[in-house]
């Protein structure tokens, strides 16, 4: 049983086109997040949601919104895609400030 | 200066071998130190977490922590070729965010 999962896995587009990735967690966790790892493995955190409310948003495009339907759930949804939008961005989840972070599997997107 | 620096390698060592990844970052304020292990095509996921200074070993894992200095190791004894992946060492000082070294991917050859 999967802890925490995202879809899709592979997103293949073009340029200005508009993507959503969504994440589930069924760990029972308050906070969750979205990272971004680059092509040199750089993760760097994007968004943070505890309990349906942003308390991370760190300098990111405007192109990028957050929506936390319920603490299980985080979506992340790309306008105006660019050719730098191309990633893989993980979702993760925690219980605890500064806790374990459980990371889904990765979402893969490429940007044409 | 980055916040967390760390040697992206590639580091290749044969099986067995003793396996030393290190990291150093500039906030003293940093209290909360992690060491996350990905392999290739899937999520990071936790293998050491410390607090504050000092050692914590699990099983074939030993990881250091000195403040003084800014500098955290994650040690690997009698290397396994399972062991390949990419070590991500993270650093915080709470309020949820952590904020990742590079990686430094290591292949351990049979």
Redesign the interface.
């Known amino acids: 049983d999967t802890a925490?999962s995202q879809t899709p896995k592979y997103l293949v587009t073009q340029m200005g086109n508009d993507k959503s990735i969504k994440c589930e967690q069924n760990l029972g966790h308050d906070?969750m997040?979205w990272y971004k790892q680059d092509s040199?493995?750089?993760?760097?955190?994007m968004f943070?949601y505890?309990n349906k409310e942003l308390?991370?948003n760190e300098t990111v495009p405007n192109r990028f919104s957050p929506k936390s339907p319920d603490k299980a759930h985080l979506n992340l949804h790309i306008n105006s895609l660019e050719l730098g939008d191309s990633a893989v961005y993980?979702c993760?989840s925690?219980q605890e400030?500064?806790g374990?972070?459980f990371?889904?599997?990765?979402s893969r997107l490429t940007v044409l | 200066q980055k916040e967390v620096e760390q040697d992206?390698g590639p580091l290749s060592v044969p099986e067995g071998a003793i396996v030393s990844l290190n990291c150093t970052y500039s906030n003293s304020a940093f209290?909360?130190f992690?060491w996350?292990r990905?392999y290739s095509?899937?999520?990071?996921?936790?293998l050491m977490?410390t607090y504050s200074s000092g050692n914590k070993e699990d099983g074939r894992f030993t990881a250091q922590v000195d403040k003084s200095s800014k500098y955290i190791s994650l040690f690997i004894r009698d290397s396994q070729p399972s062991d390949s992946a990419?070590y991500?060492c993270a650093v915080?000082?709470?309020?949820?965010?952590?904020?990742?070294g590079?990686?430094t991917?290591l292949t351990i050859n049979p």
């Open positions: 925490v906070t997040y040199k493995k750089f993760l760097k955190i943070s505890n308390i991370i993980f993760a925690s400030v500064a374990e972070l990371f889904g599997e990765g | 992206p209290q909360y992690m996350y990905q095509r899937k999520g990071p996921e936790l977490y990419t991500l915080s000082q709470g309020a949820q965010k952590l904020v990742f590079q990686g991917r």
